[in-house]
């Protein structure tokens, strides 16, 4: 009689994520989402996780954990928890800081640059190049490695691109390119 061994996986390894960093490429983040990424790692660590411990051994000690909510809920905040502080630990590791500000006055496209652009001679649109781990498409952020970004990369002001997209190829002019002003 054989036996099959099926590996209990944890449901939480399944929760989405952040996109894994292209293979080879660089993890550029700006001074900023560096520091913040970092505060929430330190916050994590000496102020959530301590707190979430605490909660869960006070739990465990009250008797039957199998129904104790407080324990299991807390068992379970614990692993995302530390599963955020690894994966912030290795994105700080590779990350490489990159200071948009030294291209202050440029009409160049580079990494930190807010770039205004024409798409199809109709729609105006502003987007922020920004870091994987850092970049907010609400606050019109979008990352270095996305189709726009890279068409824009290294473009000028007057350039035109076109940008291979799903719906088809549209043509995108570059109208106007900034940089935040270098820190005094």
């Known amino acids: 009689m054989s036996q099959v061994n099926v590996a209990e996986s944890d449901p939480d390894e399944d929760s989405p994520s ?6 080879g490429a660089r993890n550029y983040i700006t001074p900023a989402g560096y520091a913040r990424l970092k505060a929430e790692l ?9 707190k979430v411990v605490d909660i869960v051994h006070w739990a465990a000690s009250n008797g039957d954990r199998s129904e104790n909510g407080d324990y299991i809920y807390g068992k379970k905040r614990l692993r995302e928890i530390d599963r955020r502080i690894r994966f912030l630990t290795q994105r700080l590791e590779l990350a490489e800081i990159t200071d948009p500000s030294v291209h202050h006055g ?7 640059a ?3 652009y024409l798409v199809d001679g109709q729609t105006e649109r502003c987007v922020t190049i920004m ?5 907010d498409s609400a606050a019109g952020e979008i990352s270095w490695v996305s189709p726009v970004a890279r068409t824009l990369l290294k473009a000028r002001v007057g350039d035109e691109l076109s940008l291979v997209t799903p719906q088809g ?7 106007q390119v900034r940089y935040p002003a270098p820190p005094d």
Not at 131 to 135: Q, S
Not at 169 to 175: F, I, K, R, S
């Open 169 to 175: 190829v549209q043509l995108l002019e570059v109208l």
């Open 114 to 116: 807010t770039v205004v």
């Open 42 to 50: 330190f916050e994590l660590i000496d102020t959530e996780r301590p």
């Open 131 to 135: 870091g994987i781990d850092e970049a």
């Open 18 to 23: 952040l996109p894994p960093l292209p293979v």
């Open 106 to 112: 440029r009409d160049q496209i580079f990494f930190g």
